[in-house]
């Protein structure tokens, strides 16, 4: 066979067109995806707006939330009010602001909370066999109560306010996430680079920080999206019940509430709340849905 | 008497009832590259994954660097697994998706604090260039490699700490024919530049006959047959490894339509429920009763020492041939040779 | 294999069945399968993917064609073309002779008649391809009532002659059996059964022993070869392992890159090359014959991924024998030097034209 011998191989060729998407990559594409998307590009962008005129409540409301006026009660929306007065004539444009701030932040702040405590109880739940059973039967009590209760209860030891309801809601939200990091946990020890890792010398500590929890991350991510809408309503069954954010300052839920005897008089009063309630959650559940979509990797082309 | 990297006595592996590994006896000389075959059941990747302690092992005794890890604490073994190392099969698995390429390979050079940073990031070039991949591969991630430039990286990890013994568990079985001669040949030459010993478990013999110097042969948790390359090729004695070589094709059509097939008859048994006696006689074509009750003992035959587990074959290394010629794979040449009649050969 | 035809290939004595891209491999009598310039596109995020770029060839009555390559060179997507089996986002143009139809001219209607009845299937993974909750006689039974309208004691009986001829042993028990009772190379024998079972013209096998172990996939094969003898099916079998298509085929077909790049009888394939990608793929095997010439060949870079049919080999950026025609000048598919098709500017000469290497040499 005259072929001509083999020199040494030129170095490896650049990479395909098309490489199955991981990390960063996986990112953009999935940022593609969600664009594509028109619910959850409708979503995305809703919350965006929503968050950012909560976030500057203070500058944009036309009045101060607190401000009362009894020349101006009970008005219907106008020019000057764009959501109307309520009973006390304070603007209800200013105050739906405000209360979408409170809700905001303590949508976020428990979630914050449930992550910190249950991603570390999760990865160790799925890391050690010996922890398991412990931490799932925790899981599986607090699953048991119904979060009003838990939250119920917190607010009589704590005395409601706008931190007992994040803690309250945070403490609710822990066993989701225990669960999603657990299972993450869980199928990740099983792939083959964790296992080099420890092949490697890691530690369980440097297994779980640098290659576990990382891995772990979408699924979090995706998880989080959904339970801060949950926990926005909570925040308002919470005030609703009088066990959050105490008045003058607005919390949706007691706008709500506060709305009921009045609705005859001034049905706007329960409307725009309730509005900017259901508005803001469904956009972000329809942002997350399609971030999980997104984030759901199309598994390896061989 | 050679250092030996790597000395096994006695491991068992039970996962449950399951007892994928049944008492091995297997040692690994420094430098040597032993081949571990066998099919899927037979507890091949189990034995790979307890002698780098990935796994607990339920008895028994791995020796690494004169240090006996296989009852020592995951705290004990940690600094202790700068000598011996491990890379997997699924190129697509065994990278952390969320390092980059040079992160990974300094993997072992952080968590042994091997050097300081400018050290790493020098020895991190100098493993990625010696494996064939340029420096610049160091800040892409995993997923913008093909396999075979995954299968590399994976080595230059392995590598990085400059381990003494290398456990390669089916590197190739997930790569391209083309890829994996590339794969293939870079063990060679990493094997004869770094002088590690090597753990190389198959099922592929064609790459096993390529890479090593020593065969084992395991089945259902147990070793029927450790012989040196040239011998276990050319005359394998124990009948699975007949039947074993018979069933791989070799890519020659006439010399593969003139090979007698060894069929075996139905398929691995449940490492639940091992068959007692000989565990290979429920598919032996030559099985007799002392098989199906005795168990046979993995021990040395004929002139060169060569280690046997078969009621059958005689302690000067005559063996039942289960094909009537002698050749059953390529290594007996282009055949034509004389057919035997049967019977035994040497 | 006594008494059938074996159809020469590339000697000329054969008609082109119709005017493409060189001379097509023309069998005897005319082919059961003619695959005339398939190409197969996907639209995807990242853009067109061409899977299969103008493929060619036959199958002719009771062979065993075998369609080689590496990932990534488009034989399953072939395989799954010819009877429609590609998801929506896939554009296939050709032309696909089946037994005098066009199989690319019936409707999703005709092509199921055509799917399990006269071509039927064979896949990598029997425990996805077999229902868990169904025994194995039901699933068998299932494809032979609603193909061949058999019923009551006719089908059980046609199950048994069926699992018994591909060499399951104890069949009548193994009928009550479910999937999960059996092994993967018994789940395999299982498949093929019930690819039998409508006494299909065709069988397309798609690497139908690549999960099984070594001594398995020996049983397998020898499956395959028997029961051409016996029912006499036609067989394409994609694989990419040469080992297989050394042991059971009588035809091979090469492709790289969504093309065929050469095609030839078994036996000259192996000892006559004369793509260099071919080439490179016999060198890549370990095999102890040619130790001696030290490493095992390697071919460096990668198969690419192609949107559009570029207007150059395709192989000639990883091919040591490329010049500027390669790079510039789609190659046809026309005799080689050693008389089959081969798809190069420079295809590999005939080795009998050079002093025979020794073979099995010093070791």
Redesign the interface.
Do not use: C, K, W
């Given at each position: 066979m005259t072929v001509p011998a083999q020199t040494l191989?030129p170095?490896?060729a650049p990479?395909?067109a098309a490489?199955?998407?991981?990390?960063?990559?996986?990112r953009r594409r999935a940022l593609r995806r969600i664009l594509r998307n028109p619910l959850s590009a409708g979503g995305l962008v809703v919350v965006a707006v929503m968050l950012l005129a909560a976030a500057l409540a203070d500058v944009v409301a036309p009045f101060p939330y607190e401000l009362t006026n009894f020349d101006t009660t009970l008005q219907p929306p106008s020019p000057e009010h764009l959501f109307g007065t309520d009973e006390l004539g304070r603007d209800q444009f200013s105050r739906v602001l405000h209360g979408l701030r409170v809700s905001v932040a303590v949508g976020v702040l428990s979630v914050v909370l449930s992550l910190l405590v249950g991603v570390p109880l999760g990865l160790l739940a799925g890391f050690y066999r010996v922890l398991d059973p412990v931490i799932s039967r925790l899981t599986d009590t607090m699953l048991a109560f119904p979060f009003l209760v838990l939250a119920v209860g917190l607010a009589a030891i704590l005395g409601p306010s706008q931190t007992t309801a994040t803690i309250a809601l945070g403490v609710g939200g822990v066993p989701l996430i225990i669960r999603v990091a657990r299972s993450e946990t869980l199928r990740l020890r099983e792939?083959?680079?964790v296992?080099?890792?420890?092949?490697?010398?890691?530690?369980?500590v440097?297994v779980l920080g640098?290659?576990i929890l990382?891995?772990a991350v979408n699924a979090l991510i995706v998880q989080a999206t959904v339970s801060v809408p949950a926990a926005v309503i909570g925040e308002s069954v919470l005030s609703f019940l009088g066990l959050g954010v105490r008045p003058p300052t607005p919390s949706l839920g007691v706008m709500i509430s506060s709305a009921q005897p009045l609705f005859r008089d001034g049905p706007w009063l329960a409307v725009f709340p309730g509005v900017a309630i259901v508005l803001f959650t469904l956009a972000l559940n329809l942002f997350g849905d399609g971030l999980r979509d997104a984030l759901d990797p199309r598994e390896?082309r061989r | 008497m050679t250092e030996q990297a790597l000395e096994v006595s006695g491991l068992v592996k039970h996962f449950g009832p399951v007892r994928a590994v049944d008492g091995v006896d297997l040692s690994v000389a420094a430098g040597e590259v032993v081949g571990l075959v066998g099919?899927?059941g037979s507890g091949k990747s189990t034995l790979g994954?307890c002698v780098?302690r990935?796994l607990p092992v339920t008895a028994g005794s791995v020796v690494i660097g004169g240090r006996d890890i296989a009852g020592m604490s995951?705290r004990q073994i940690?600094?202790l697994?700068?000598q011996?190392?491990?890379?997997?099969?699924?190129p697509?698995?065994?990278?952390?998706?969320?390092?980059t390429v040079g992160d990974i390979v300094a993997?072992?050079l952080r968590?042994?604090r091997l050097g300081t940073r400018s050290h790493r990031r020098a020895r991190v070039v100098e493993m990625l260039e010696l494996v064939?991949?340029?420096g610049e591969v160091t800040h892409r991630?995993?997923?913008?490699?093909?396999g075979?430039?995954r299968q590399r990286v994976?080595l230059a990890?392995?590598l990085a700490?400059g381990p003494s013994l290398l456990v390669a568990d089916e590197p190739t079985s997930a790569l391209?024919?083309?890829v994996?001669?590339?794969v293939?040949?870079l063990i060679?030459r990493l094997q004869r530049e770094m002088g590690f010993a090597c753990l190389f478990i198959t099922?592929d013999?064609?790459?096993v006959?390529?890479l090593a110097q020593r065969v084992a042969v395991m089945y259902l948790g147990v070793l029927v047959e450790v012989a040196d390359r040239?011998e276990l090729?050319g005359s394998p004695r124990h009948p699975y490894t007949q039947?074993?070589l018979?069933?791989?094709?070799?890519?020659?059509?006439?010399l593969?339509r003139r090979r007698q097939?060894i069929?075996?008859?139905g398929?691995?048994p449940s490492p639940v429920a091992p068959p007692p006696g000989c565990r290979f006689h429920t598919r032996c074509p030559v099985a007799v009763d002392r098989c199906r009750v005795e168990v046979p003992v993995l021990r040395p035959v004929g002139p060169s020492g060569a280690l046997v587990a078969c009621h059958l074959v005689g302690d000067d290394g005559t063996a039942p041939a289960l094909v009537g010629t002698a050749d059953q794979?390529?290594?007996g040449?282009?055949g034509d040779s004389p057919g035997r009649a049967g019977g035994l050969h040497r | 294999m006594t008494g059938v035809p074996r159809p020469r290939v590339g000697t000329g004595a054969g008609e082109p069945v119709v005017a493409v891209d060189g001379p097509v491999v023309a069998a005897a009598g005319g082919p059961l399968l003619a695959v005339r310039d398939l190409s197969v596109r996907f639209a995807t995020e990242e853009g067109a993917v061409l899977a299969v770029d103008r493929v060619s060839f036959d199958v002719a009555e009771r062979d065993l064609v075998a369609l080689v390559g590496?990932?990534g060179c488009g034989k399953s997507v072939t395989a799954m073309a010819l009877t429609g089996l590609l998801p929506g986002n896939a554009t296939v143009t050709g032309e696909i002779r089946f037994a005098g139809k066009d199989l690319r001219r019936l409707s999703e209607g005709g092509l199921r008649e055509i799917r399990g009845r006269e071509i039927a299937y064979v896949f990598q993974e029997p425990m996805t391809s077999l229902n868990p909750v169904l025994t194995v006689g039901r699933q068998i039974g299932e494809v032979l009532r609603r193909h061949r309208d058999m019923h009551g004691a006719a089908v059980r009986r046609r199950c048994v002659e069926l699992l018994d001829l591909v060499g399951i042993?104890l069949a009548a028990r193994r009928l009550r059996e479910y999937p999960h009772q059996l092994?993967?190379?018994?789940r395999q024998r299982v498949m093929i059964a019930m690819a039998l079972a409508c006494e299909p013209k065709l069988l397309v096998a798609d690497e139908p022993t690549t999960a099984l172990?070594?001594?398995?996939?020996?049983?397998i094969?020898?499956v395959l070869r028997t029961l051409r003898a016996e029912t006499g099916t036609a067989v394409l079998l994609i694989t990419?392992?040469?080992?297989?298509?050394?042991?059971v085929?009588e035809r091979v077909v090469v492709m790289y890159a969504g093309r065929v790049i050469e095609s030839a009888d078994?036996?000259e394939l192996?000892a006559k090359p004369a793509h260099p990608y071919t080439r490179?793929?016999?060198?890549?095997?370990?095999?102890?014959?040619r130790?001696a010439e030290g490493?095992?060949?390697?071919?460096?870079g990668?198969?690419p991924v192609l949107s559009h049919s570029p207007e150059a080999c395709t192989f000639a950026d990883r091919c040591p024998r490329a010049d500027d025609t390669c790079r510039t000048r789609r190659p046809e598919l026309a005799p080689g030097p050693t008389g089959h098709p081969v798809r190069c500017w420079h295809p590999l000469p005939d080795p009998a034209a050079t002093p025979p290497r020794p073979?099995?040499g010093a070791?």
């Open positions: 191989p170095p490896e990479p395909p490489p199955p998407a991981a990390a960063p990559a996986q792939l083959d680079f296992a080099a890792a420890v092949a490697d010398g890691a530690s369980d440097a640098r290659h990382p891995n390896v | 099919e899927s994954r780098t990935l995951r940690r600094p697994r700068r011996f190392n491990i890379v997997f099969q699924d697509s698995s065994s990278l952390n998706p969320r390092l993997e072992p968590h042994h064939g991949l340029g991630y995993p997923h913008e490699l093909s075979g430039q994976s990890r392995a700490a391209d024919v083309s994996q001669a590339s293939l040949n060679a099922h013999l064609a790459s006959e390529y040239a090729f039947a074993l018979s069933a791989a094709p070799i890519p020659d059509p006439p593969q097939r069929l075996l008859s398929e691995m794979t390529a290594a040449g282009t | 590496e990932s042993p092994s993967g190379g018994m172990d070594v001594t398995v996939q020996a049983g094969l020898d990419h392992d040469l080992g297989v298509v050394a042991d085929a078994v036996d192996f490179g793929l016999l060198d890549a095997v370990p095999n102890p014959a130790h490493g095992l060949r390697e071919i460096p990668r198969v073979r099995g070791r």
